[in-house]
């Protein structure tokens, strides 16, 4: 075994880890296969993928693109090959006394929103669920029985209650809700919130009505907004302008100055971060949020922390660029039908691809790319590193507006060598 495993070593995998591959091999019958046991073992270990699905936020590829940037901005500003080790993650630098790790973010991300403050989580299902055991527990929670969605990955609205301590008033019908139907649940019940979860994936069409946050927050009791994809602020300032394919998104921005005291959404959705969950809204609300004590297994690292930081900060300045996912999001579909005709593979052609991850369903965004004829979605994902493309009825679309310029030659390589497999 030992032998085996030292026969497989130029895979590249600490010894122990061989001798794993090395031990598969074996109880499979087969020593040879040692080298792709080994192999197999690696791939299934995190790595890099090139996305070429035309979908940006895609949930299986890490959802919002990372750049350097995130990972590079403050904690590395000196230089890049600046050993990092301390930061004052919960250090007040002025007083030299235990300081709070959410002031750092809070601030930034306020100012983004127009809120009084902001406190950071894991993800936003665990916003959700610290707003409503903070805010109301064994109290009532009035939602649209419209709204009692499931978003994927096991979000589902009845089970967050629950598990937050809260009972779910529902109010309306599936496609009608008024606000008559929210006032009077007010009126007969012990209702803490109203809340409003975005659909994301889910749409209701036809004869329906939903009621809005102004109306809402005229009811009495906090509107909190669960808007899940995050655009911070309707009008795009950090664009000049907002692309028509983002059309009918409800910004954080907006629904607070409509009347939310609370907008909980993600990270690594529209607002192209790292995974986080984010709470905007009234500071009251906000420092009852974080005294709860599951603030405490919520609460993000410092890699989060940083890297979101980052983000924030190339929002107030206005830096799209420095944002992968919204650099690649408004890069002009000419220039990606240049880099498809340069790659010098496949059939050119124009494709459309999406935002994803549940926010604005179904609302193209122009793209350009190649296609071949033919499924080659598994040749093209064993390659090293893996491209992941998307295939309708036997043909194979690679869209350049998930792929990073830097990848072209990735792509092209991937895409000849699983021309050659035929
Ligand atoms: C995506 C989404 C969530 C879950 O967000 P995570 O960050 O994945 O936990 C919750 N609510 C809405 C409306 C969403 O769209």
């Not at 070429?52 to 403050?74: C, D, I, K, Q, Y």
């Not at 589902?156 to 009608?176: D, I």
């Not at 107030?316 to 919204?326: G, K, Q, V």
Request: one cysteine or more.
């Amino acid at each position: 075994m030992n032998d085996l495993a030292l026969r497989i070593a130029d895979v590249g995998l600490p010894h122990p880890l061989l001798v794993i591959a090395a031990r598969a091999a074996i109880a499979a019958g087969d020593p040879d296969s040692a080298a792709d046991e080994a192999h197999r073992l690696r791939r299934s270990l995190l790595g890099p993928a090139v996305n070429a699905t035309g979908v940006l936020l895609h949930t299986n590829l890490g959802r919002a693109p990372l750049g350097n940037e995130h990972s590079r901005a403050l904690l590395h500003s000196a230089s890049d090959d600046q050993p990092v080790r301390f930061s004052n993650l919960e250090f007040d630098l002025a007083s030299g006394r235990r300081g709070s790790r959410t002031t750092h973010a809070s601030l930034l991300l306020a100012t983004l929103t127009g809120a009084e403050a902001a406190l950071v989580v894991n993800n936003c299902a665990a916003a959700v669920t610290l707003v409503l055991a903070a805010l109301a527990r064994d109290r009532g929670v009035a939602v649209s029985r419209g709204e009692l969605v499931e978003i994927g990955g096991g979000f589902r609205v009845p089970e967050v209650m629950e598990q937050s301590g809260a009972r779910l008033v529902e109010v309306g019908t599936t496609n009608r809700t008024r606000a008559a139907d929210y006032r009077a649940a007010a009126e007969r019940d012990d209702i803490a919130l109203l809340l409003k979860v975005h659909p994301s994936n889910y749409r209701i069409t036809g004869f329906t009505e939903e009621t809005s946050v102004a109306e809402l927050a005229k009811i009495g009791p906090p509107v909190v907004s669960d808007l899940g994809s995050g655009l911070l602020d309707e009008r795009c300032p950090w664009l000049g302008q907002r692309p028509d394919w983002l059309a009918g998104e409800p910004g954080a921005r907006q629904t607070l100055a409509a009347g939310a005291s609370l907008v909980t959404f993600s990270g690594d959705k529209l607002m192209g971060g790292p995974q986080a969950g984010i709470v905007c809204g009234r500071a009251d609300l906000i420092a009852a949020c974080a005294a709860h004590p599951l603030m405490r297994a919520f609460r993000p690292g410092s890699l989060v922390l940083d890297a979101l930081q980052s983000v924030a900060l190339a929002y107030l300045r206005r830096d799209a660029d420095a944002i992968p996912f919204w650099r690649m999001a408004r890069v002009p579909v000419e220039e990606l039908s240049q880099r498809a005709e340069a790659l010098g593979v496949g059939r050119p052609s124009r494709t459309t691809a999406l935002a994803g991850a549940g926010s604005l369903p179904g609302q193209a965004i122009p793209s350009a790319g190649i296609e071949l004829d033919g499924d080659y979605a598994a040749t093209l994902r064993a390659f090293d590193p893996p491209v992941v493309a998307r295939v309708n009825e036997q043909t194979t679309v690679l869209d350049l507006r998930t792929v990073d310029p830097a990848d072209d030659a990735v792509v092209a390589a991937a895409v000849r060598h699983a021309l050659s497999q035929q």
